[in-house]
């Protein structure tokens, strides 16, 4: 498994948000959110980003260019046999793995395949505690992951998931997996933030920041 | 009952006897030393030397060697050549050489230099079997060897070297500084993986760094290397010269070697920064990810470990390493099924390599040591079988004009002359 320089490697140094395309299910559900977030990153910190998300296909060794991979969904999550290899490969050497049940029901068909393909490819989850780094790497949650309207509206499962889970890899945090719909709460135009009174979008520059330092 | 006459001719006979015997003696300490040969390896002096330590008492001795006997045997000649024994060699003996210390990284490996002017397979073993076989197509040959128990040997052909390392060193602590970014992370993981304990500093924006351990200056007693990313960091970083003067190790990664804080501290230019051909694999080590700064060696003591790529050198009790690659990260993610560990070896050996060592190297050389003691080799000295040593002969003569003297004045006392 390796890779080439591409022309648009070969000019560029800055954090690419790469979203994860996948066989089954929908996996370009959230369009809006890695532009978003991109946008976040740029407004509150000097890393070096680039403007343009790209995709991913988890069947192509071409995902280990990404460090950074977000994948979301509502339909069932089945790896192929070369997706599977692929992500365990790039868990294996250091890549971050980003993964939002779109549905924000824990008893939806995302949740329950996802959950299983992730345990049998690397490994099981487990709670993440709310004092974890990724909490206050640059903006402070003292009280864990932030809610989403979804969450409170009682949308999906009626929850309010206190805890992202996780799969540690070497005390890093390789793969990364919400409940709570973060693909619904920031999938909207990096314009609109002007119009909201706390930007909901400090979290995910959280998530990039931790990817990027731990 | 016998004559007088008898008696007097019976005393000039012992008379005469006693004067050979002197003139024999004279002669014998005239005549050249007798030389005990001996053709002895390691077993065969083993039981030799103590016999010519004590009853045989030889005046020369000479061994005819196939191999630099162990280190005991050969105080053991030394010590029998003080005494007054003239010990002399030969033989044609391959020299080999072998020094080993302790890798200054966590890792607890031994990097074993060896060096052999056979051309025999040389096999570096510890106390419980072979570590690892050094080829033969080089004289001189470095190798890194993991977990040793007990002495550490090499043999090469017949001879073989031994040492003792001293025990791993407590893990030590790297100070990285640079900007957040898949470079920072990749090289921190690379160093907590191969067990060094890493402290960070990574700057989100100028008012911002993301900080992990000490934000301390510094200083020799809590790391024992820094490694700055970027020339922002370099020029930012306070306290690097004065922590490389008193023997910290410091790693200028990308384009750090260009910051003017760093000047001081570097033997070397940073040129324009360098892209990879496109379709340059991401495994080329070449370029270990796809870009990387030219660094030219300037006239101030450089040393090119890898040409214009990677430097060293000393300033005061510390050193400098710098490399001009700026994105190795995408070496491991997107390199060879190897490259993790790869990317994680050598960082860790550029770290180490910039880090003082706890303990200076230990070295064996036989055959310089064998010359050391002996002296050097001489022709195998001429064997005269049957003759016996000259002492002895002595020995022998002198008793024989003792006893004739004694009696001869016995003699002349029975008939009574004085």
């Not at chain 1, 050497?93 to 949740?111: A, E, K, T």
């Not at chain 2, 890792?107 to 002017?117: A, L, N, P, R, W």
């Not at chain 2, 710098?322 to 997107?334: C, E, P, S, V």
């Not at chain 2, 022998?396 to 029975?414: P, S, T």
């Amino acid at each position: 498994m390796t890779g080439r320089v591409t022309g648009r490697e070969s000019r560029a140094r800055e954090f690419v948000w790469a979203t994860a395309q996948y066989e089954s299910g929908d996996w370009d559900s959230a369009p809006l959110v890695g532009l978003n977030i991109v946008d976040s990153v740029a407004r509150y910190t000097a890393i070096s980003v680039s403007p343009t998300p790209v995709v991913a296909s988890l069947s192509s060794p071409g995902i280990l260019r990404y460090p950074f991979l977000f994948l979301t969904g509502h339909l069932p999550v089945r790896f192929t046999a070369q997706e599977r290899a692929n992500v365990r490969e790039y868990i294996r050497r250091g890549g971050f793995l980003f993964v939002d049940d779109h549905n924000h029901d824990i008893d939806g068909v995302f949740h329950r395949t996802a959950t299983e393909e992730l345990r049998q490819t690397c490994g099981a989850l487990a709670d993440l505690p709310n004092d974890h780094e990724l909490y206050s790497t640059v903006f402070r949650f003292p009280d864990g992951p932030p809610t989403t309207s979804h969450e409170l509206n009682g949308w999906g499962d009626n929850l309010v998931h206190k805890h992202l889970q996780a799969v540690l890899v070497n005390g890093r945090v390789g793969v990364l997996y919400s409940s709570k719909d973060y693909s619904s709460e920031w999938s909207y135009h990096p314009e609109s933030k002007r119009f909201l009174s706390i930007d909901n979008t400090r979290f995910g520059v959280n998530v990039i920041v931790y990817a990027l330092t731990r | 009952m016998r004559s007088r006459a008898d008696t007097a001719r019976a005393e000039l006979a012992l008379r005469v006897v006693a004067l050979a015997a002197l003139a024999a003696w004279g002669a014998n300490a005239l005549r050249p030393a007798t030389v005990r040969v001996a053709t002895a390896d390691a077993a065969s002096l083993a039981s030799q030397l103590p016999g010519w330590t004590g009853t045989a008492d030889p005046e020369r001795v000479h061994v005819a060697l196939d191999r630099v006997p162990d280190r005991p045997f050969v105080d053991w000649l030394a010590a029998l050549d003080a005494a007054g024994v003239r010990v002399t060699w030969s033989g044609a003996i391959a020299g080999t050489a072998m020094e080993a210390w302790r890798a200054p990284d966590p890792s607890g490996d031994v990097v074993v230099m060896s060096s052999s002017s056979d051309s025999a397979i040389r096999v570096v073993a510890d106390e419980l079997g072979p570590l690892d076989t050094l080829p033969t197509a080089r004289a001189i040959y470095a190798t890194r060897v993991r977990d040793v128990a007990g002495a550490l040997s090499m043999r090469s052909g017949r001879q073989a070297a031994a040492i003792r390392i001293a025990a791993s060193a407590a893990a030590r602590r790297v100070l990285v500084i640079g900007a957040a970014g898949w470079e920072a992370k990749f090289v921190i993981a690379a160093l907590e993986e191969r067990g060094w304990l890493v402290d960070s500093r990574l700057r989100l924006s100028p008012d911002h760094v993301v900080s992990q351990g000490s934000r301390a200056d510094p200083d020799t007693a809590r790391w024992s290397a820094l490694v700055l990313l970027d020339s922002a960091s370099a020029e930012s970083a306070r306290g690097v010269e004065r922590f490389v003067r008193e023997g910290g190790g410091l790693v200028l990664a990308g384009d750090a070697s260009r910051a003017p804080r760093a000047a001081p501290l570097v033997a070397w230019s940073a040129a324009r920064r360098a892209v990879a051909p496109l379709g340059t694999a991401a495994s080329d080590t070449t370029w270990r990810g796809l870009s990387r700064v030219p660094l030219v060696a300037s006239a101030r003591g450089a040393i090119e470990l890898e040409p214009d790529k990677v430097l060293a050198r000393r300033h005061y009790a510390g050193r400098v390493v710098a490399l001009g690659y700026d994105q190795t990260w995408r070496w491991r993610m997107a390199g060879g099924d190897e490259s993790v560990a790869s990317h994680r070896d050598w960082w860790s050996r550029l770290v180490a390599a910039s880090v003082k060592r706890d303990s200076e190297a230990i070295g064996v050389a036989p055959l310089a040591a064998l010359h050391a003691a002996l002296g050097a080799p001489s022709p195998a000295a001429r064997v005269v079988p049957g003759v016996p040593a000259r002492g002895v002969v002595s020995q022998w003569l002198g008793a024989i004009m003792l006893a004739a003297l004694l009696v001869e004045w016995v003699l002349r006392r029975r008939r009574g002359a004085r």
